[in-house]
C-alpha cells in the first residue's frame, strides 16, 4: 500500500520529458547561437559585479566628445566619459534589473496562480482574478510608471513596479495548468491520506509548472530590460548608476553637436542582449512543450 501511495505522489511528468527538452535545445541551431551571445553578456556583468572592469565608468578619461580610439573604444560624451566603459557597466545593470524582476514576478505569479487554480471557484481565485483583471486592464507602461513615481525614493521602486505587473501573465497559465493537475491521480491520493493542501501545492503541484515557470522567466527578463530602459530615460528608473536608459537620455544632449555615439553604442548593447534573448527564450518554449516533447 506504501509503495502504491509513493507512485501516486510521485512526480507525473515522465522522467524522459526534461532530457528529451535537452537534447531538442541542443539541436536547435539559434537558440544556441542566442544562448551563446546572452553567456558572453553575463561575462560582461559578472567583470563588472566583481570590479575587474568598467570601474572608471563615472570619471572623466578624455576630452569632451573625444572620438573613437585605442583608449576609448566608443568614443566619450559631452563632459569626457567612455561611453565604452558606460556601455559595459550598463550590461550588469540590466542583468542586475532583468534577474531580480524575472525570479521574483516568475515565483509571485507561480504561486498565487497555484492557488487560484488549485482553489478554483472559491473566494481565493476570485479575489487572484479580480486583482489580474485590474492590473491588465491599466495601461503596462503608465501603471509601471506611476508605481515607480509613487515610490521615487526608495532604490527599489523600479523592480517592485515591474514585479507588481509582470506576475499576471505567470500566474493565469500557472493557473490553468494547475486547474488540470487538480485532478490527477497523484493530487488524489494526496488528499485521500490528508496531506494539507498548502504542501499539496507547494510540494506536488508547483514544481510540475517548472516549464511554465522557467519560460515566463526569460519573457520576464527582456521585459524588464525594456521597461528599465523606458522608465531611466524618463527619469523614474536606475538613480545612482548607470544604464543603456540613462545613455540615451544623456544623448539627447548631444544630438544638435552631431555626436550619436551614446546612442549607438546604448541601442547596439541593448539590441544585441534583447534579440539574443529572445532567440534562447524561444528555442526554449519549443523545447519544453509538452506537446512537442512528447511528439
Known amino acids: 500500500m506504501n509503495a502504491v501511495i509513493a507512485d501516486a505522489l510521485a512526480d507525473p511528468t515522465p522522467r524522459s520529458l526534461w532530457s528529451a527538452a535537452v537534447r531538442k535545445l541542443a539541436r536547435d541551431r539559434a537558440g544556441l547561437i542566442g544562448l551563446a551571445v546572452v553567456l558572453a553578456y553575463l561575462v560582461a556583468a559578472l567583470g563588472v559585479w566583481l570590479g575587474l572592469w568598467a570601474t572608471e565608468w563615472a570619471?572623466?578619461?578624455?576630452?569632451?566628445?573625444?572620438?573613437?580610439?585605442?583608449?576609448?573604444?566608443?568614443?566619450?560624451?559631452?563632459?569626457?566619459?567612455?561611453?565604452?566603459?558606460?556601455?559595459?557597466?550598463?550590461?550588469?545593470?540590466?542583468?542586475?534589473?532583468?534577474?531580480?524582476?524575472?525570479?521574483?514576478?516568475?515565483?509571485?505569479?507561480?504561486?498565487?496562480?497555484?492557488?487560484?487554480?488549485?482553489?478554483?471557484?472559491?473566494?481565493?481565485?476570485?479575489?487572484?482574478?479580480?486583482?489580474?483583471?485590474?492590473?491588465?486592464?491599466?495601461?503596462?507602461?503608465?501603471?509601471?510608471?506611476?508605481?515607480?513615481?509613487?515610490?521615487?525614493?526608495?532604490?527599489?521602486?523600479?523592480?517592485?513596479?515591474?514585479?507588481?505587473?509582470?506576475?499576471?501573465?505567470?500566474?493565469?497559465?500557472?493557473?490553468?495548468?494547475?486547474?488540470?493537475?487538480?485532478?490527477?491521480?497523484?493530487?488524489?491520493?494526496?488528499?485521500?491520506?490528508?496531506?494539507?493542501?498548502?504542501?499539496?501545492?507547494?510540494?506536488?503541484?508547483?514544481?510540475?509548472t517548472t516549464h511554465i515557470l522557467l519560460v515566463q522567466m526569460t519573457l520576464a527578463f527582456v521585459d524588464a530590460i525594456k521597461a528599465e530602459v523606458i522608465l531611466s530615460f524618463l527619469g523614474l528608473g536606475v538613480k545612482g548608476g548607470m544604464s543603456w536608459g540613462l545613455m540615451i537620455s544623456e544623448s539627447t544632449l548631444e544630438f544638435l553637436g552631431g555626436h550619436f555615439n551614446n546612442l549607438i553604442a546604448a541601442s547596439c548593447l541593448m539590441f544585441g542582449l534583447v534579440y539574443a534573448f529572445n532567440m534562447f527564450a524561444d528555442a526554449l518554449q519549443d523545447a519544453l512543450d509538452p506537446k512537442q516533447v512528447s511528439a
Open 59 to 208: 570619471e572623466i578619461t578624455g576630452s569632451k566628445w573625444a572620438p573613437v580610439s585605442a583608449e576609448h573604444w566608443f568614443g566619450t560624451n559631452i563632459i569626457g566619459q567612455d561611453i565604452f566603459q558606460r556601455g559595459i557597466y550598463s550590461t550588469a545593470t540590466a542583468f542586475e534589473v532583468g534577474l531580480v524582476v524575472a525570479v521574483l514576478a516568475a515565483a509571485l505569479g507561480g504561486v498565487l496562480g497555484a492557488l487560484a487554480g488549485f482553489f478554483v471557484g472559491s473566494w481565493i481565485d476570485e479575489l487572484i482574478l479580480w486583482a489580474m483583471g485590474v492590473l491588465d486592464a491599466m495601461p503596462f507602461y503608465l501603471l509601471v510608471a506611476a508605481v515607480a513615481f509613487a515610490l521615487a525614493d526608495n532604490p527599489w521602486s523600479m523592480h517592485v513596479a515591474m514585479i507588481a505587473t509582470f506576475w499576471t501573465t505567470t500566474s493565469r497559465l500557472v493557473r490553468g495548468e494547475v486547474i488540470k493537475l487538480r485532478g490527477m491521480e497523484f493530487v488524489e491520493a494526496a488528499r485521500a491520506i490528508g496531506v494539507p493542501p498548502t504542501v499539496t501545492i507547494f510540494r506536488h503541484i508547483l514544481p510540475n
